[in-house]
Each structure stands twice: as structure tokens, then as C-alpha cells.
């Protein structure tokens, strides 16, 4: 028969697992970003000014917008992550794909699957090394233009 005593030092210990277990587990989960490896959250963004829309209402804010646009550049370079309501890719709705390749056309940036697959192959050659060289002295001609 299990007496008393045993029972509350049996309970002890696994109070106190319980515990450790939590602590190490709450500690990994606050500190996931800063475990290294190959994932956005290395990327450098400004903090995040609602936990709702993310960085929409500074992007799209008809008053300001274009000087978070230039913070962005200036501090950020030109890669930046910021943070809106779609994190997934799956959770932009395909009704609205299919509004913009109404207004847009059904182009390379707004198909998906097998019609974009078909649309990168098709436009792989124009890309290859070789084909860029080809371009490099009307690239350069542009560019002392522009400058």
C-alpha cells in the first residue's frame, strides 16, 4: 500500500518536472528567432505597429506612406520584411487572383501552378547568361543615357 509520504514525494518531484519542462519549453519558444538557420526572421524589417494589420496601415496611408516607403530604403536596403494580414500563401483568396489577371492580364506574377510553370519556361531563355551578355552594351548605352 502506497502511504502518504510517498505519495506527496512522488507528487513533488513531478510538480517539479513539470515545471523545469515548462520553463525550458516556454524559454525555446520566446527565443525561437534567434536559433539560426535559413528562414525570413532573418531578415532585417521595422517593428510591427499593430498585431492585426502589420505594416498595411503605414504602407497604404495616404498622408505618410511614401516616407515609410523611404525609411524602408534607407535603413532596410532593398530587402525588407514586413508583416500583413495574408502570411500564408494560401490565405490570399483566389477570387482575388482572378480579379487581377482581369485588370492586370493573366501574366507571370499573378498565376499559379501549372499556367506559371509553362510562363517560366517560356521565358527562361531570355534570361540565360548568354542572352544577357548579348544585352549588356544597349544596357550600358541606357545607362550612361539615364546618368
Known amino acids: 500500500m502506497i502511504s502518504l509520504k510517498d505519495f506527496e514525494q512522488d507528487s513533488l518531484l513531478q510538480s517539479v518536472a513539470v515545471a523545469i519542462l515548462s520553463a525550458g519549453l516556454w ?3 520566446r527565443n525561437r528567432k534567434k536559433i539560426p538557420g535559413p528562414t525570413l526572421d532573418q531578415v532585417p524589417g521595422p517593428p510591427v505597429s499593430s498585431w492585426w494589420k502589420g505594416h498595411r496601415s503605414q504602407m497604404s496611408n495616404l498622408n505618410d506612406g511614401w516616407s515609410f ?6 535603413h532596410y536596403g532593398p530587402v525588407v520584411k514586413l508583416q500583413t494580414i495574408f502570411r500564408e500563401m494560401n490565405s490570399f483568396p483566389p477570387i482575388r487572383m482572378e480579379s487581377g489577371n482581369v485588370i492586370f492580364g493573366n501574366g507571370l506574377l499573378g498565376t499559379v501552378g501549372e499556367e506559371h510553370r509553362k510562363q517560366r519556361k ?3 531563355p531570355v534570361f540565360s ?3 544577357m551578355r548579348s544585352m549588356m552594351p544597349m544596357f550600358n548605352d541606357i545607362a550612361q543615357k539615364v546618368l
Do not use: C, D, K, W
Open 27 to 29: 524559454l525555446l519558444v
Open 69 to 74: 516607403h523611404q525609411m524602408l530604403a534607407e
Open 122 to 124: 517560356m521565358l527562361n
Open 129 to 131: 547568361i548568354a542572352h
